[in-house]
């Protein structure tokens, strides 16, 4: 007992033993569970068969790694051991991530192929144009693959006064890409290297992986000298040769690409001098006939003069015919126009318009006062249908209209009223308030009568 330990004591303990009994270790596996938080990091679970263990990719070694990881990718990672002390769990912190197996390879490569696609890196419009015989050509690729002893035996037999600049770089392996990437840049920086080419041998897809690394894209993109890719065989497809100005077969296709036949250059050369010598001559026997014949010409100008002066009469008769007749068509036109001007006279028209303005002015008043007229009849005929309709008229005839008070309702029968209400009577010189004493009783009799 007397040696007791806390938990965080022993799990230091802990930590202790594992970070210092292992170093760098490469374990492979398959990922599960992966999560990426806002920060960046990656995390996830690596296992087999029979056991698990958990993983962290921390953000700046997730860049270098060229890939999406996906769960049940299985892939081979380089990390040290350590124990996260809070939960009390050894974990592994990878440094180094590649695809394990051609269906992780694949699915590497169509996830930064879609990536630099969407980026713009493959469009067209940023390939450059390869120089048609190029000063210096630089090769990146290993110092001793096949590549480059195709390369310089294509080329000593077409040109063998070509300058090529080589750039020994491996070409496989994960040290592969930033050693590229670093020769790109080198021969970038000298001037008188034309075009690169960047190439390597057939091989198996994990042998090109690092033609397929997202750092040698970039660096090729960003290079001022046009790259050429030639990676693999014919039928080997990296995102190098999407990227490049142009993609080559192979190795041997691309110093055919680069480079011209100097022999059919030369024949190419004294074809068009040839032709230029014949030209020449017969350019010279063409001004020799034309001077000839215009010698020939100026022996007699007399003969000449006199056609010209045959021409110079002629053409003065011409002139002359054509002046008079002009003359008197323009002189005809002229007379047409002063009578027409003389038709159309705006003053003519002025005093017309003033015509029909005075007579207008005339009818207008004119029936101005029919209208008035046919007005008061229709006004006065109104009226006097309005006097004989009006009750007024009636009133005068002795009769009234009277009216219950307060409501004002007409009174048309004897029942609607009772003995001490108020009323209204209206005759024609004015009103006045009465007040019902007595309501007689109609009898049956009399009312059959009335």
Not at 266 to 286: I, N, P
Request: glycine share 6%; aromatic share 6%.
């Amino acid at each position: 007992m007397e040696n007791v330990l806390t938990v965080t004591e022993l799990t230091q303990s802990i930590k202790f033993l594992l970070e210092s009994s292992f170093g760098f270790l490469w374990v492979t596996g398959e990922i599960s569970n992966l999560r990426q938080p806002g920060s960046g990091h990656v995390y996830f679970t690596l296992k087999d068969e029979n056991s698990q263990v958990r993983a962290v990719l921390f953000r700046q070694s997730l860049k270098k790694i060229g890939f999406d990881l996906e769960d049940g990718m299985s892939i081979v990672c380089r990390g040290r051991l350590s124990v996260y002390q809070q939960r009390g769990e050894y974990q592994l912190i990878l440094d180094m991530a590649e695809p394990r197996g051609l269906g992780a390879l694949q699915m590497a490569f169509e996830q930064l192929k879609k990536r630099l696609e969407e980026e713009g890196l493959f469009d067209p419009s940023h390939k450059k144009e390869i120089p048609f015989l190029p000063h210096r050509i630089g090769v990146v690729t290993s110092a001793t693959g096949a590549a480059i002893r195709d390369i310089l035996n294509i080329t000593e037999r077409r040109f063998p006064s070509i300058n090529i600049l080589i750039a020994p770089v491996r070409v496989q392996g994960i040290e592969a890409p930033p050693e590229i990437c670093e020769a790109i840049s080198v021969l970038n920086t000298i001037e008188d290297v034309d075009v690169i080419i960047v190439t390597r041998g057939g091989g198996s897809l994990e042998d090109l992986f690092p033609f397929n690394d997202e750092r040698v894209a970039r660096a090729i993109f960003a290079s001022r000298v046009p790259v050429i890719s030639a990676v693999g065989h014919e039928i080997d497809f990296t995102i190098a040769d999407f990227v490049a100005d142009l993609r080559a077969p192979t190795p041997s296709a691309a110093a055919e690409l680069v480079v011209p036949i100097k022999r059919e250059l030369v024949e190419a050369v004294e074809t068009l001098r040839v032709r230029m010598t014949g030209g020449h001559r017969r350019l010279r026997e063409r001004l020799a006939e034309k001077s000839a014949f215009l010698r020939e010409r100026l022996k007699d100008p007399k003969r000449r003069i006199e056609d010209l002066r045959i021409n110079v009469d002629d053409m003065t008769e011409k002139l002359a015919d054509n002046l008079g007749y002009g003359f008197d068509t323009r002189n005809k036109h002229l007379q047409n126009l002063t009578g027409l001007l003389k038709i159309m006279n705006p003053s003519v028209r002025i005093n017309n318009d003033l015509l029909k303005l005075d007579n207008l002015k005339k009818n207008m008043i004119a029936g101005y006062y029919r209208l008035v007229d046919d007005c008061k009849h229709k006004l006065q005929k109104n009226m006097a249908m309005l006097d004989i309709l009006s009750p007024l008229a009636v009133l005068e005839r002795g009769y009234g209209i009277v009216r219950k008070l307060p409501d004002g309702t007409i009174i048309k029968n004897i029942s609607s009223v009772t003995v001490g209400n108020q009323v209204n009577i209206r005759v024609s010189s004015g009103t006045f308030n009465a007040k019902v004493t007595e309501v007689p009783r109609e009898k049956k009799d009399e009312r059959k009568e009335v």
